[in-house]
């Protein structure tokens, strides 16, 4: 008996604690069925993604969409990329939040298609707005998950004046780019900012590797057991990595250098390329008026054997949300930013490129990346690699033959992790 | 009876607290640790123990696992041993102790996240202000590329980790030796023991207490690390501070394998435990009365 009195408070606790709990979610509930709407007949949808510099612009879209249709309110939620990449499942999987969100390629799209977070869009007539070779990476078994909003070209960013002080061009082949490390070398300049910290390994590769091995599916195969790091596409990728590093191409100690200081290094002219992307340019440009900036790729391979002449990227994915209350509202919206004067009002405000059709860019910036819209690029290759592991496991070895480790020893390290990831 | 009742509402806010935020998710991790859920999809599969066995034979879970230790060993002998000095420093009745106590304390308040990004900042090779100090004051010999080379990463990181916390131990010491009778002291000294044999003999050994909670609690605080060395590194370069919450954190949400993951929480959990256990266990047997 007394045993029983004992249990009476954790066994109360708990059946406090369940009420509480249930509470919690059928709150949630009751109040997303009435979430969406008002007394008014307004509807309001959620926006939901994690582009917070964006805010302004993306507000400025929102209140001349509510102006056009005002019956729809558009509550917009932002979080940082970090926190949106650990939160955003949960927030949007009962539909009571992010009736339109964003969502990455790779990983994450891969996992959002197996939940079935997403609406098809197949057919919707606003899609034909967008150039549809860029709006691949939202597409799953040959149905348009998610529109990839953003476009960005993930090239080395170089400083024309500079390049014309010395009497430069963008090489088309590795020897013709080693020589121009060389040249920048001998009179001071840094050839290469490379933040090898943070992004600089995840950005370089791809450019790096793109005629290596000139497939678009090479890392799709190292997946799938087909291929292997150490196969000659990556150690020689690694090779010529390492011989930029040993030759002093890139800054002393690049692989403590982050991506802040590697655009220090670029804006500041010290640098005469930068190992990021398109997404930089209106950045620096910024910090820096007098720039004027290109892109270029090394070539890693003779001119004949070239089969890509850049990368790129499309990102920032939108979708409207399959438990969505208000699905047709929502794609309405998406219907709304596939306007090419809308998307182009967005991408001048953010400095980012689009891939939405007949856009009109103003500044060099972005009319820069456009002029890459006719060059042959392919999706950016790490973006490929769908499990984040061997996504790092590929860069990581990167970071190992900066450090010193043999080509050929980082290759085996790294597919040694993803031998078993393929195993599981 | 009324008391007990009374006891019991006191205690309930807080038992339903505990359930909440530590029994109910981990009970739910455990759940999942036997699963191959990926933190998405409504389904998923029972897999028994693979996830376990997965963790275990991963490379860059034992990779982490060895730097989790060497980290936590690094702290906790440095910290230690500098929040012991700091505190006899300050100890004493000077003018400046109020300011110096402060000061020392003062990087205890900050956010670890913020600590992190400013380190990373000042250790940069090229722009950082610890090579451009070194440089300057023709130490140059000692620059180095303190979080980008995988040999000395990670004592980088556990330095700051010890710059942001000594002070909050020297707090503890200082309230030690502040519960040590004077008379001891004079006792000693009156049969000439030296400075070192005075704190051989009296000081250590009725410090025990407080080194037991500063040695206790800068384990338990350096094996369960992660904002530093999320901002400063994310475990790079090539996984030489790679620990084992960074690696639960790219686990679930890099690859989005969160049965996996939750295993990896499970032996993290069970490892703190057991370190816990034997901490107490350990230094219980040094203490001493007076």
Redesign the interface.
């Known amino acids: 008996m007394k045993k029983n009195k004992k249990l009476i408070l954790p066994l109360v606790s708990m059946l406090v604690l369940s009420i509480l709990l249930s509470a919690c979610g059928g709150g949630d509930n009751a109040s997303s069925g009435e979430n969406g709407s008002s007394g008014s007949g307004k509807v309001t949808i959620s926006f939901m993604h994690w582009r917070g510099e964006d805010s302004e612009a993306l507000n400025n879209t929102i209140d001349a969409f509510e102006k056009e249709n005002p019956n729809i309110h558009v509550e917009m939620q932002t979080l940082p990329s970090d926190q949106y990449q650990s939160t955003v499942q949960s927030k949007i999987s009962d539909g009571s939040t992010g009736d339109v969100f964003a969502s990455f390629p790779g990983a994450q799209f891969e996992a959002f298609t197996k939940a079935g977070l997403f609406t098809d869009l197949t057919g919707s007539s606003f899609l034909s707005a967008y150039n549809p070779k860029l709006i691949e990476a939202g597409q799953h078994d040959g149905k348009q998950y998610a529109i990839p909003y953003q476009l960005v070209y993930n090239d080395p960013i170089y400083n024309v004046k500079l390049f014309e002080k010395y009497g430069l061009t963008p090489p088309t082949d590795w020897q013709g780019f080693l020589a121009l490390c060389q040249t920048l070398k001998d009179n001071g300049i840094i050839p290469i900012a490379f933040a090898g910290a943070d992004i600089g390994p995840g950005q370089f590769m791809n450019t790096m590797v793109m005629n290596n091995a000139p497939s678009d599916d090479i890392f799709t195969k190292v997946e799938a057991g087909e291929a292997k790091l150490t196969d000659e596409f990556w150690v020689k990728t690694l090779t010529q990595i390492k011989e930029l590093n040993d030759k002093g191409y890139f800054q002393q100690d690049a692989l403590g250098t982050k991506d802040p200081a590697a655009g220090a290094l670029f804006i500041q002219e010290k640098a005469a390329m930068l190992a990021s992307g398109s997404y930089q340019l209106a950045q620096n440009k910024q910090q820096n008026p007098n720039l004027e900036q290109k892109l270029l790729a090394p070539i890693t391979v003779s001119a004949d054997q070239a089969k890509y002449e850049g990368v790129h990227t499309t990102t920032f994915m939108l979708a409207v949300n399959s438990k969505s209350k208000h699905p047709e509202e929502a794609k309405k919206f998406l219907e709304f930013l596939s306007k090419p004067d809308v998307a182009g009002e967005y991408a001048n405000q953010t400095g980012q490129n689009v891939t939405v059709n007949d856009v009109k860019y103003d500044t060099p910036e972005l009319q820069v990346a456009g002029e890459w819209a006719n060059k042959k690029t392919v999706f950016q290759p790490r973006f490929t690699i769908l499990n984040g592991d061997n996504q790092k496991a590929v860069t990581n070895s990167i970071q190992a033959v900066l450090s010193g480790t043999s080509p050929e020893e980082a290759a085996q390290q790294a597919q040694a992790i993803i031998d078993q990831h393929i195993g599981k | 009876m009324k008391n007990r009742i009374q006891l019991?509402l006191f205690?309930?806010p807080g038992?339903?607290l505990y359930?909440?935020l530590f029994v109910?998710p981990t009970l739910t991790g455990l759940f999942y640790s036997f699963t191959d859920w990926?933190?998405?999809?409504?389904s998923y599969a029972f897999v028994g123990m693979?996830n376990y066995k997965?963790s275990l034979?991963?490379?860059?879970f034992r990779k982490a696992f060895g730097n989790n230790v060497e980290f936590m060993l690094t702290v906790v002998i440095a910290q230690t041993f500098i929040s012991l000095v700091l505190a006899l420093l300050l100890v004493r009745n000077t003018k400046t102790r109020v300011v110096l106590r402060a000061l020392y304390f003062l990087p205890a308040i900050l956010s670890s996240v913020s600590v992190g990004l400013i380190w990373?900042?000042m250790?940069?090779?090229?722009?950082?202000l610890i090579n451009y100090g070194l440089n300057e004051a023709g130490m140059g010999s000692m620059a180095h590329?303190?979080?980008?080379?995988?040999k000395i990463a990670i004592y980088s990181i556990a330095a700051v980790q010890v710059w942001a916390h000594a002070g909050q131990m020297m707090i503890v010491f200082i309230a030690g030796l502040q519960g040590i009778p004077a008379e001891l002291y004079e006792a000693a000294r009156m049969d000439g023991g030296s400075k070192w044999q005075v704190f051989r003999t009296v000081t250590w050994p009725l410090l025990a207490p407080s080194a037991t909670i500063v040695v206790a609690y800068t384990t338990i605080q350096s094996f369960k690390a992660f904002d530093l060395i999320f901002t400063m590194?994310?475990?790079?370069?090539?996984?030489a501070t790679e620990i084992l919450t960074t690696y639960i954190?790219?686990?679930?949400?890099?690859?989005?394998?969160f049965g996996?993951a939750s295993a990896g929480s499970m032996i993290f959990l069970v490892l703190l435990a057991l370190l816990t256990l034997l901490q107490f266990k350990a230094l219980r047997a040094d203490r001493v009365s007076y």
């Open positions: 019991s205690l309930l038992l339903l359930v909440a109910f990926d933190g998405v999809s409504p693979d997965d034979s991963s490379i860059v990373a900042f250790y940069d090779p090229s722009i950082g590329n303190w979080i980008g080379d995988p590194t994310d475990g790079g370069p090539n996984y954190y790219h686990t679930a949400f890099g690859s989005y394998s996996l």
